[in-house]
């Protein structure tokens, strides 16, 4: 069975702080591993990791994976009160047929 | 504007009043799903399309069916809900015939069988 395991669950830190989220994985024929941020609304799409050690970036977000690993980090720098979300990780796998496994997300509160 | 879109938002059933809940989005994606989100468990998937005509389960399926007749239209049947049942259920769908970049998903359905 597949499976997507997230750390922290849960995650305070001051405006300004850098946190680095983690992902770690295990899946049969990976695929492509992605990065949501979900308010109180559905997720939105931040990054789509397919190659290691390759980093993707976005204003102060960052993410890299290391497929040897298994795993995965999200960095963001300079955190905003408007950072404060759950973000969540997946895992597209499959030969033929293609499924999407989701870790349970981290739950990211900034306070000012 | 690109969206899918997910009727109806809120709805509150009994047990074993048959509802289905509908999914549509206007992109010609290829890959639709359907998703629900419990607390402490996080988004499962229940199925998936490929395409027109093509579906299969994802993980947790037992209790719902789905359909795609139309490449814009993917509904999610419950026949006989049960309390079990009552999450928030979100649709999705990509361009790709899979999931790699799955990025558009529509607003939820907040559904509460009692």
């Known amino acids: 069975e597949d499976k997507v395991v997230q750390s922290p669950l849960s995650l305070v830190v001051h405006e300004g702080d850098t946190v680095t989220l983690n992902c770690s994985y295990e899946?049969?024929?990976?695929?492509?591993l992605l990065w949501y941020k979900q308010e109180k609304k559905a997720p939105t799409f931040l990054f789509m990791l397919?190659?290691?050690?390759i980093e993707k970036k976005s204003g102060r977000l960052s993410s890299i994976l290391d497929k040897k690993e298994l795993f995965s980090i999200l960095n963001i720098t300079a955190t905003q009160t408007g950072d404060s979300a759950i973000y969540l990780c997946?895992?597209?796998?499959?030969?033929?047929?293609?499924?999407?496994?989701f870790g349970k997300g981290t739950k990211l509160s900034v306070i000012p | 504007e690109a969206q899918v879109t997910q009727n109806p938002r809120y709805l509150i059933t009994v047990t074993g009043k048959k509802l289905t809940v509908t999914c549509s989005q206007n992109?010609?994606?290829?890959?639709m799903s359907w998703y629900r989100q419990d607390p402490g468990l996080g988004l499962r998937q229940i199925y998936y399309?490929?395409?027109?005509?093509?579906?299969d389960k994802g993980d947790v399926p037992e209790g719902y069916k789905v359909s795609r007749k139309e490449k814009r239209n993917f509904p999610l049947i419950l026949e006989s809900p049960s309390p079990n049942q009552t999450s928030l259920y979100f649709c999705?769908?990509?361009?790709?015939?899979?999931?790699?970049?799955?990025?558009?998903f529509g607003p939820g359905t907040r559904l509460t069988v009692t």
């Open positions: 999705a769908s990509s361009h790709r015939p899979g999931p790699d970049r799955l990025r558009y």
């Open positions: 899946v049969t024929n990976f695929r492509s």
């Open positions: 397919t190659s290691s050690g």
């Open positions: 997946a895992v597209a796998s499959g030969a033929g047929s293609y499924q999407l496994t």
């Open positions: 992109m010609n994606h290829e890959y």
């Open positions: 399309s490929m395409n027109v005509e093509v579906t």
